[in-house]
């Protein structure tokens, strides 16, 4: 089955520096990703909705100055988190569409857990 | 707003059936979902159903859905140590990407 794969699969880093999260899809070509976040004993929130090659579609809420995404191939989406503050430690789940699959077929990545200290 | 609820423990014992119920407000809903997510893996489709149909079967796995009620339920017969899992209930809205809301997630255990 299709496979996505996200990098790195936790991370701790301090408050007010950014960083980089890779989602990527392994042996298909994702035209559309999406970005979540779970915080515990929540439900996923979706963050983002990304399409190859365009800007990002942000869900209300959340600050796009932020949390940066990128579409720039069919094969990866990167998050950004900038400036980061404790507020924003969660898992950080990616998904990606394929783009000849059915619209049902949503691959999830296996998660990035952020903890900012 | 829309909103998907579901019960957050369930224990069954091994070669009992397993019943998951969620329950959703957004009446336009197409499609609902059941995915499952296993520790350290991405969370997999397991069924989904279309918001015209009553049931669906796919080998262990039957779906009903109550759609005047709002209730979804995923039965899982004869269910095995490796059925042990958090599984989601989800709609998808009627919008361009279809994007899905999500419930909390039940905790399946399955007793030997």
């Known amino acids: 089955g299709a496979v996505v794969s996200q990098h790195p699969s936790w991370v701790i880093c301090k408050s007010g520096t950014s960083v980089k999260i890779e989602c990527r899809s392994l042996d298909f070509q994702a035209t559309t990703m999406f970005w979540y976040r779970q915080f515990p004993k929540q439900s996923l929130m979706l963050m983002a909705t990304s399409n190859e090659g365009s800007k990002a579609t942000y869900e209300q809420g959340v600050e796009k100055d932020k949390f940066l995404i990128n579409h720039a191939s069919l094969t990866l989406s990167t998050l950004t988190v900038t400036s980061a503050h404790p507020e924003d430690s969660s898992f950080y789940i990616c998904?990606?569409?394929?783009?000849?699959?059915?619209?049902?077929?949503?691959?999830f990545g296996p998660g990035t857990r952020l903890t900012v200290t | 707003g829309e909103d998907v609820e579901q019960s957050l423990f369930l224990s069954v014992r091994e070669g009992d059936s397993s019943v998951i119920n969620c329950t959703y407000t957004?009446?336009?809903?197409?499609?609902l979902y059941w995915y499952k997510q296993e520790p350290g893996a991405g969370l997999q489709l397991l069924t989904y159903?279309?918001?015209n149909m009553d049931m669906k079967q796919d080998q262990r796995l039957t779906v009903l859905l109550n759609k005047k009620d709002k209730h979804l339920s995923l039965r899982i017969a004869d269910t095995q140590t490796g059925d042990s899992a958090i599984y989601f209930c989800a709609e998808s809205d009627a919008g361009n990407n279809r994007k899905l809301i999500w419930g909390l997630g039940t905790s399946l255990a399955v007793n030997p």
């Open positions: 998904s990606a569409r394929e783009a000849s699959g059915s619209f049902h077929e949503q691959y």
């Open positions: 159903i279309f918001s």
């Open positions: 957004d009446s336009s809903s197409t499609y």
